[in-house]
């Protein structure tokens, strides 16, 4: 959870030196190149990190492939829902969708609302796909007792790989794990497609 | 949409480059991996810095932060009440045939 402070911390530094105007003219005139580039760099990271875990490959194997496809669902329903939030509320569907596919990946999804659609965009994306990690650490205990296991692994979406998964493991069972984990990496892979697709409708 | 093409292409190839670069270099030490877990929560913190540096600097979303927040919430608690339905979906139709 401490990284959450980090983020929120690094959030409200930005809000306030952008509402006192304190950013230097190059910064604001360049900001989206910025963005864009930063994010291909932290893209690159990621791999260089994804490249030590060898277990991913191997644990999918083992699990079978029709549990590749839960992680398919869980996406199918996050968007579904978010479709219906827009409906009701009478945002731009597209944008709605686009928030959902952040299933909790709160960073990556609102820098890139922010660099593709606008500010609002992107701060509802950071927003909403916090709010996503902390509720489902809540919701947790009664997820497992009224819709069972395999539905636990569903509010975390693409942070079951990692923030989230202990919290899986604690009430669902450690048998659990390996699905989780596969779950939020396949999800994880899909916000980087999934968000600039449906901001792009 | 020519743009989105682009934006995805560029993350994908960046995504992989790193992960070709790490399995050719092949095992990293422990001070590497410390090294690359610190870069991604520095990334993270610097984008987050410029991404609010974009919303403070933009009126129209600052005077309606409590608005959008409202909206946000809406979103998440759809987008997770969505996917545990299709999570239970998911298991009838797979799980509870018997074959599973």
């Not at chain 1, 996406?75 to 978010?82: D, N, P, T, W």
């Not at chain 1, 007792?145 to 790989?161: D, E, F, L, R, S």
């Not at chain 2, 009838?92 to 018997?98: A, C, N, P, S, V």
Request: net charge positive; charged share 10%; aromatic share 8%.
């Amino acid at each position: 959870m401490s990284i959450i402070l980090i983020i929120l911390l690094a959030l409200a530094i930005g809000i306030v030196a952008g509402v006192m105007g304190i950013m230097p003219p190059s910064v604001e005139s360049n900001i989206d190149t910025l963005i864009m580039v930063m994010l291909c760099l932290l893209l690159f990271v990621i791999g260089l990190d994804m490249s030590q875990n060898k277990s991913v490959i191997k644990e999918m194997r083992h699990i079978g492939w029709k549990m590749v496809l839960l992680p398919v669902f869980i996406a199918a329903g996050s968007i579904l829902g978010a479709l219906v939030a827009g409906l009701i509320m009478r945002m731009d569907l597209g944008n709605a969708m686009a928030i959902g596919a952040g299933f909790g990946w709160y960073s990556l999804s609102a820098v890139m609302l922010t660099g593709l659609v606008g500010a609002q965009i992107g701060t509802m994306a950071l927003l909403s796909n916090i709010f996503r990690e902390m509720l489902s650490v809540v919701i947790m205990p009664l997820v497992v007792k009224y819709c069972g296991k395999i539905a636990a692994i569903a509010p975390g979406g693409a942070t079951t790989m990692d923030t989230t998964l202990p919290v899986v493991v604690r009430y669902a069972g450690s048998e659990m794990s390996v699905i989780s984990f596969v779950s939020g990496v396949t999800l994880s892979m899909l916000v980087i497609v999934l968000v600039p697709f449906f901001a792009g409708l | 949409m020519d743009g989105m093409v682009t934006y995805i292409g560029l993350l994908f190839i960046s995504l992989i480059v790193g992960v070709a670069a790490g399995l050719l270099k092949g095992r990293f030490s422990g001070r590497l991996k410390k090294y690359v877990s610190s870069a991604i929560t520095c990334m993270v913190f610097v984008l987050i810095l410029l991404m609010g540096l974009k919303t403070g600097s933009n009126e129209a979303v600052i005077n309606n932060l409590g608005l959008y927040g409202l909206q946000s919430l809406l979103i998440t608690v759809c987008a997770i009440l969505g996917s545990i339905v299709f999570a239970m979906l998911f298991e009838r139709l797979f799980f509870k045939d018997g074959t599973g």
